[in-house]
C-alpha cells in the first residue's frame, strides 16, 4: 500500500469529485480513477460509491478515511524527525510586519527544533486553499475559519480598533464607542478580499453598513484619510507596522476582539501545530 494511493483517496474523500481533486493534485483524472481502485482492490472493500451525478464514501471508506489521515500524519513526524537540523517552513501572511510575526520567527529559529521561515504574502483565500494543496506549511488568519479540509488552531486575539482620519472629532479621545461614530462614514473593504476577517467586523457593527463595500483595506484606508467622518475598524496589530499622518488608531469603549488562527494541513502532527501555535501566542 503506497503513501500516495492514501493521499489520493482523502483528497477524493474531501472533495467528493476525482475532477476537483485531480486539480488539486495536480495530475489527470484517470490516474486518481486507478489509485482508487488499485487501494480498494488490496483492502478488498468498496471505499466510494460512484455515479454520473455523485461520489459518497461508504461505510468502510469512512473509517479507512481516518485511519488514512493518521497515517498520512505519522509519515509527516517521520519526514520532520529525519529533516534537516533547520527545515524550510513556508508560513503565508498579509503583507505587513507586526511585532508578533517578528517574535515568533525569533521563536521557530531557536526552538528545538529550529526551522528556517519562509513567509509567503498571498490573500486569505488563496493562503487557506494553499495550506490545503500543500504549498504552504501554515499560514496565520483572523477571524473564525469554517473549513474542514485544514486544521484551524486559535493561537491570539487582539483588539479591534477604530481607524479615523486625525481631523476626526474621535481621534484623540482615549476610546470610542461604536455608536457614537457615524455609520454613513463607515467604510469596509469587499469580503472577498479577507471573508474571516470581514465576518468579524460584520459581527462587531451595531447597525449594518450603509456604504458598499469597495477594494482591499489599502484602498479603504486612502478613502477614510480623505474624508473627516469616515471611518473603518482594523485589528490592532494590522497597522502596527505602519505610519500614517493621516491616521489614528482609537481602542473601542468597550473594548472588541478578534482571534488569530494558525492553520495547517490537516496531515500536520498535532506536535507541530502545538509548536506553530505556542510560537504565535500571547
Known amino acids: 500500500m503506497e503513501l500516495r494511493a492514501l493521499q489520493y483517496f482523502v483528497t477524493v474523500a474531501e472533495e467528493l469529485h476525482f475532477g476537483r481533486a485531480a486539480q488539486r493534485l495536480r495530475i489527470v483524472q484517470p490516474a486518481v480513477s486507478q489509485q482508487i481502485a488499485r487501494l480498494e482492490r488490496e483492502l478488498g472493500v468498496r471505499l466510494l460509491d460512484r455515479t454520473s ?7 468502510a471508506g469512512d473509517r479507512v478515511l481516518l485511519a488514512a489521515r493518521e497515517t498520512l500524519a ?24 507586526t511585532r508578533r510575526l517578528d517574535e515568533a520567527m525569533t521563536r521557530l529559529c531557536d526552538s528545538e527544533r529550529p526551522t528556517q521561515p519562509e513567509l509567503i504574502d498571498l490573500p486569505v483565500t ?7 494543496d500543500g504549498e504552504l506549511d501554515l499560514a496565520l488568519v483572523r477571524g473564525a475559519v469554517a473549513s474542514t479540509s485544514v486544521t484551524v488552531a486559535r493561537a491570539w486575539s487582539e483588539p479591534l480598533h477604530a481607524v479615523l482620519v486625525r481631523d476626526h472629532p474621535a481621534a484623540c479621545e482615549p476610546a470610542v464607542r461604536l455608536h457614537d ?29 450603509l ?18 467622518e469616515g471611518w473603518t475598524l482594523a485589528a490592532a496589530e494590522q497597522l502596527g507596522g505602519s505610519h500614517s499622518e493621516r491616521l489614528r488608531q482609537v481602542p473601542l469603549d468597550p473594548p472588541l476582539t478578534v482571534d488569530g488562527h494558525v492553520v495547517t494541513s490537516l496531515a500536520t502532527p498535532e506536535s507541530c501545530v502545538a509548536s506553530y501555535v505556542a510560537a504565535f501566542a500571547e
Open 53 to 59: 451525478r455523485r461520489v459518497r464514501l461508504t461505510s
Open 74 to 97: 505519522s509519515a509527516a513526524r517521520v519526514r520532520v524527525v529525519a529533516g534537516e537540523p533547520a527545515a524550510a517552513l513556508r508560513i503565508g501572511v498579509a503583507s505587513c510586519v
Open 126 to 132: 488563496a493562503r487557506l486553499d494553499a495550506v490545503r
Open 181 to 209: 461614530l457615524d455609520p454613513r462614514g463607515l467604510r469596509l473593504p469587499v469580503r472577498d478580499s479577507d471573508p474571516p476577517m470581514y465576518d468579524a467586523i460584520l459581527a462587531a457593527l451595531p447597525v449594518a453598513p
Open 211 to 228: 456604504r458598499p463595500p469597495a477594494g482591499d483595506l489599502l484602498q479603504v484606508l486612502f478613502e477614510v484619510g480623505r474624508d473627516p
